[in-house]
């Protein structure tokens, strides 16, 4: 257990649609990433907050946004749903914005779009 | 944007004996680190290894090792006494301060233990 939570673990939904996934990082880790892993894509960045504030941004679609909350939890947005958006969604959590630190993932959150 | 390779999609071991995984990256930096993980069928991501790119020596956790030879920018994974439970996906990872300490994956490499 990394101490990373993702909810939901599954989620399915039509096309469309707007989901939310939650993400609560480790104990005193400050910094949140959230990566998407597809067959065809493979393993990508998406985004990545650090204590509240928008840090970094990769692959990350004009129909995702994600947001990190006071309490350092943070929600990945998916609106208008695609059947290509199908994937297993990580978060991970670090400590600082460090290179030298550890990213700890969550268990994923597996969506569907049907 | 820095292209992490792996090109070995699959790769079997038989248990006890030693595997090594490949990795390439093409990068211009000079600060950065090098990981790798390890996804089991849980789906889960592990770490197994990590290595700065400023320490010349190579890092080692237990039966895991790697190869970093900075200037052919390669990265490679030792696994000695191969486990049944060492069956997994193994992906390279690279990150740096430029990507705002993201990690950027390779496709992976399966890796099969056989008994």
């Known amino acids: 257990d990394s101490g990373v939570t993702q909810t939901p673990k599954h989620l399915i939904t039509a096309t469309g649609q707007r989901v939310t996934l939650r993400c609560s990082p480790r104990?005193?880790?400050?910094?949140v990433y959230w990566y998407q892993q597809s067959l065809d894509q493979g393993l990508q960045f998406l985004i990545q907050y650090y204590n509240g504030e928008e840090r970094a941004k990769g692959n990350i679609l004009e129909r995702f946004s994600a947001q990190q909350f006071p309490d350092l939890h943070s929600e990945l947005n998916l609106s208008s749903l695609e059947l290509g958006d199908s994937a297993l969604y990580f978060c991970?959590?670090?400590?600082?914005?460090?290179?030298?630190?550890?990213?700890?993932f969550g268990p994923g959150t597996r969506l569907t779009v049907l | 944007a820095q292209t992490v390779t792996q090109s070995q999609p699959e790769m079997s071991v038989q248990e006890a004996e030693t595997v090594t995984l490949s990795c390439t990256y093409d990068?211009?930096?000079?600060?950065?680190?090098l990981f790798w993980y390890k996804q089991p069928p849980s789906r889960q991501m592990i770490l197994v290894i990590r290595?700065?790119?400023?320490?010349?020596q190579n890092a080692t956790e237990n039966r895991f090792s790697v190869n970093f030879q900075k200037a052919a920018k390669s990265f490679s994974l030792k696994i000695s006494d191969s486990q049944l439970g060492d069956a997994a996906m193994y992906f390279c990872a690279y990150r740096s301060p430029n990507s705002g300490y993201a990690l950027n994956f390779g496709k992976g490499t399966s890796l099969l233990v056989t008994p």
């Open positions: 990068t211009s930096e000079s600060d950065y680190y």
């Open positions: 290595q700065e790119a400023y320490k010349q």
């Open positions: 104990s005193g880790d400050l910094s």
């Open positions: 991970a959590s670090s400590v600082e914005l460090d290179g030298s630190d550890t990213q700890y």
